[in-house]
C-alpha cells in the first residue's frame, strides 16, 4: 500500500477532468493528482480523425451494456464510453455543438440562476480556440481548438441542400445566435488531426511539476472522514494505492462512473446501499438518478459510389493514408458525422427539439454490422426527451459493471418526437437534391410505411446517442446532488464536475458542454461562488 498526498485529486480524465487539472495548476503552489482508469492516448488511432471508427476495444473503451430496455425488445444495449486520457473525447466524433441557450435558461428556471446562458457563455469562450470565429458568442484564445472540417462528401453537401429545398434555412454557426436550420459541423480538431480535452489541456501542463497523472488508475471508493472527503482509494496497474487530498476531492468520471464511484462510496440512496451490503455514510437519494440519454433512430439508403465505404478496404485505405500525410486532406480527415440539421416537431416548441445528422456511410449498429457496396446514414434524436432512467450498483464489488439504465422510450410523449424526426428523414431522401445518389432506402426499406411497422423497426435498431447525463444533478430539491458549485450535499470536501450534473439533458451533443463544466467547476474551486472570470484570467 502506497500513500501520496495532494491538495486536491481528481478522478477521471476526460472532457471536464482534464480541463479542472489544467486550471487548479496554474497555480504553482497547489498540487494536483489526475487520476485516468484507462490508458495514455497514444495510439495513432486517437489522432487521425477517422481513426475513432476502429476505437470500440477495451483498451480504450468501458465496453459498458444497458440493463434490458422494456420498449426496445428487452435489449441489452451496447453503451460505450471513453476509457483512456482524454476520455470519450478521444473517441468521440469531434462534433463541436453547445446546445440552445433555452437549455441553460430552464437550467436557472430550475434553481441555478448561476448556470444561465449568460453565466455560462463566458466559459464556453474560455474553453474555445475558435479558428474562424471570433465575437460575442466565440473566442479565439482558449485551449480547445475549433475548427471547419477539412471537406465535406457530395452526400453531406446534398443532405444541406435536400433541407433548404424543404424549407431549411442555412445555418453557418449552430453555436451562434441561431440553431434552428442546416450547415456544417464545426469540430474538435486541430491541423487535421483530433483535439481532445487531452490534448487541449494536458499537453500543455504535463510537465508541470505540480500535476502528477496517473494512468490505469481505477479509482474505487472516496474515503470521507468525520463527514469531510480526505482521498481516494484506488488500483495502480492492478495494485492497491491510497492518496489523500488536504483540500478536495473532485470527480469528473462521467455520468456513469461518478455515481457509481459515489455509491461504492456508501454515498447515495441508502435503502439500496444497505441491500448491496455497502455501509452507508452519507444517504443521499439523488445519486445515479435522474439518469438522461439522447436516444439514435436511423435510416440508411443505398447510393451510388460517392460514399466513404471503401475508404477502408486495403488499397483505397492505403492511397487515402498517402493523401492524408502528405497533404492532410481526404477520407482521412473526415468526422464522418458532417452536416447536421435542428428543426422544430411543431411550432409551439420554443426551441429545436429534433437533430439530424448526415453520415455518408452506412453506420449500423454503432458502424459494427458491415454492408457491402456504397450508403448512407441520417441519424435523427429527440433532443429533449421526458425519460427519465438510472444508474445503479450490481454489487458492492468495484470490478462489476454497473447497472445502466436510460429508460429509453418509457415516456409517450419520446415515442412521438422520435417518429417525428425518422419521418423527416425519410422527407430528406425523397428531395430532388438526393436523386443522383439515392438507389433506394436499405433500413428500414420501402415496406416499413405505418407507424406500427415503423415503432417495431426503432425497438429493434435505435441506439444510444452517446450523451448520457443528469445522474448526479445540480439544484435545490431533495434529489438534487450537488449545488451550483458543485459541491456535493451534505460531504465538505468533495465535488463532482462534469456531465453528471447537468438537471436536464441539453439540445445537442455533450462534448462541449462538458468542457464548459469543467472550466467553470475549476473556477468556483478557486474562486468560490463568483461566477464571473477575472480579466487577467481570461487568456
Not at 444508474?391 to 447497472?403: N, Y
Request: glycine residues 8%; charged residues 20%.
Amino acid at each position: 500500500m502506497t500513500s501520496n498526498t495532494y491538495d486536491y485529486i481528481v478522478v477521471g480524465a476526460g472532457a471536464a477532468g482534464c480541463a479542472v487539472a489544467h486550471r487548479l495548476t496554474e497555480d504553482p503552489d497547489v498540487s494536483v493528482l489526475l487520476l485516468e482508469a484507462g490508458g495514455r492516448d497514444s495510439s495513432f488511432l486517437v489522432h487521425i480523425p477517422v481513426g475513432f471508427t476502429k476505437l470500440t476495444g477495451p483498451k480504450v473503451n468501458w465496453g459498458y451494456e444497458t440493463v434490458p430496455q422494456a420498449q426496445l425488445n428487452n435489449r441489452e444495449m451496447w453503451y460505450p464510453q471513453g476509457r483512456l486520457l482524454g476520455g470519450s473525447t478521444s473517441i468521440n466524433a469531434m462534433i463541436y455543438i453547445r446546445g440552445n441557450r433555452h437549455d441553460y435558461d430552464r437550467w436557472a428556471e430550475l434553481g441555478n440562476h448561476e448556470w444561465g446562458f449568460e453565466q455560462v457563455l463566458p466559459f464556453f469562450r474560455r474553453a474555445e480556440h475558435n479558428e474562424r470565429l471570433n465575437d460575442e458568442y466565440h473566442s479565439s484564445n482558449g485551449a480547445m481548438n475549433v475548427t471547419e472540417q477539412v471537406s465535406h462528401n457530395e452526400l453531406s453537401k446534398a443532405f444541406v441542400r435536400a433541407a433548404q429545398e424543404l424549407g431549411l434555412p442555412f445555418t453557418p454557426d449552430f453555436n451562434g445566435a441561431v440553431q434552428d436550420g442546416v450547415g456544417y459541423y464545426d469540430v474538435t480538431q486541430k491541423r487535421a488531426r483530433r483535439e481532445s480535452a487531452a490534448t487541449a489541456y494536458l499537453r500543455s501542463a504535463r510537465d508541470r511539476r505540480n500535476l502528477t497523472i496517473h494512468t490505469h488508475a481505477l479509482a474505487t471508493k472516496v474515503i470521507v472522514e468525520n463527514g469531510r472527503a480526505t482521498g481516494i482509494e484506488y488500483t495502480h496497474d492492478g495494485e492497491p494505492a491510497t492518496a489523500r487530498a488536504n483540500r478536495e476531492v473532485v470527480l469528473s468520471g462521467g455520468a456513469v462512473n461518478t455515481p457509481r464511484l459515489l455509491l461504492l462510496s456508501g454515498i447515495g440512496p441508502g435503502d439500496e446501499l444497505r441491500a448491496l451490503g455497502v455501509p452507508v455514510v452519507h444517504d443521499l437519494p439523488g445519486v445515479g438518478k435522474n439518469f438522461q440519454d439522447h436516444m439514435d433512430v436511423y435510416l440508411t439508403a443505398e447510393t451510388t459510389d460517392v460514399s466513404y465505404n471503401r475508404s477502408d478496404r486495403p488499397v483505397p485505405a492505403a492511397l487515402s493514408m498517402i493523401q492524408y500525410l502528405l497533404y492532410r486532406t481526404g477520407p482521412i480527415t473526415a468526422s464522418v458525422c458532417e452536416a447536421g440539421m435542428f428543426v422544430r416537431s411543431s411550432e409551439a416548441v420554443e426551441a429545436p427539439d429534433i437533430q439530424m445528422h448526415c453520415l455518408p456511410a452506412y453506420v449500423i449498429d454503432h458502424g459494427r454490422l458491415r454492408v457491402k457496396g456504397h450508403g448512407m446514414t441520417i441519424n435523427t434524436c429527440n433532443l429533449r426527451p421526458k425519460s427519465i432512467g438510472s444508474v445503479t450498483l450490481r454489487s458492492s464489488d468495484p470490478s462489476v459493471p454497473p447497472a445502466i439504465d436510460p429508460a429509453f422510450l418509457t415516456d409517450p410523449y419520446d415515442w412521438k418526437i422520435s417518429l417525428e424526426g425518422f419521418k423527416w428523414g425519410r422527407e430528406m431522401l425523397a428531395t430532388k437534391a438526393y436523386a443522383p445518389y439515392i438507389k433506394k432506402e436499405h433500413m428500414p426499406g420501402k415496406d416499413v410505411r405505418t407507424d406500427k411497422e415503423i415503432r417495431e423497426y426503432v425497438k429493434q435498431w435505435s441506439k444510444t446517442d452517446y450523451h448520457p447525463v443528469g445522474s448526479c444533478k445540480m439544484g435545490e430539491d431533495e434529489m438534487a446532488v450537488v449545488d451550483q458549485q458543485l459541491r456535493v450535499r451534505g460531504v465538505e470536501g468533495l465535488r463532482v464536475v462534469d456531465a453528471s450534473i447537468m438537471p436536464t439533458l441539453i439540445s445537442g451533443n455533450t462534448q462541449a458542454t462538458s468542457i464548459m463544466i469543467g472550466e467553470k467547476g475549476a473556477h468556483h474551486i478557486r474562486h468560490g461562488a463568483s461566477s464571473a472570470i477575472p480579466a487577467a484570467e481570461y487568456v
